[in-house]
């Protein structure tokens, strides 16, 4: 059992940055890969980014390439993302996702615990 919370969310005007963070419960936080999810209004949620167990891999969406970093501190049982450059369009609800199997995983469901989400709206 994992259970993750979300925090650093806001207003942000275009190109500023933010840096989310996930605070994961439990020991076995570091055997789980993690991954960020989002979700605006009116469309699926989508992938953004994914980090291997011990952050040794990661995969990132093309629209978030090169503005977006994941990282892990799995001493603290936290996970970030730093998010610079940003885009009216990266507005959306965030949600942290963990995943007891192998592998990153790119879609939602193939991970078994998510946070509640924390909102980022992007102003121009």
């Known amino acids: 059992q994992v259970q993750l919370v979300e925090s650093g969310g806001g207003l942000v005007q275009a190109g500023g940055s933010l840096r989310l963070s996930c605070a994961a419960s439990?020991?076995?936080?570091?055997?789980?890969?993690t991954g960020w999810f989002r979700q605006a209004p009116g469309k699926e949620r989508e992938f953004v980014v994914a980090i291997g167990r011990r952050g040794g891999g990661t995969s990132y969406a093309d629209s978030v390439k090169g503005r977006f970093t994941i990282s892990r501190d799995n001493a603290k049982n936290t996970v970030y993302l730093q998010m610079n450059s940003l885009k009216p369009e990266d507005t959306a609800v965030y949600y942290c996702a963990a995943k007891w199997t192998y592998g990153l995983g790119l879609k939602p469901d193939e991970y078994d615990y998510w946070g509640q989400g924390t909102q980022v709206t992007v102003s121009s």
């Open positions: 439990g020991r076995t936080f570091s055997s789980h890969a």
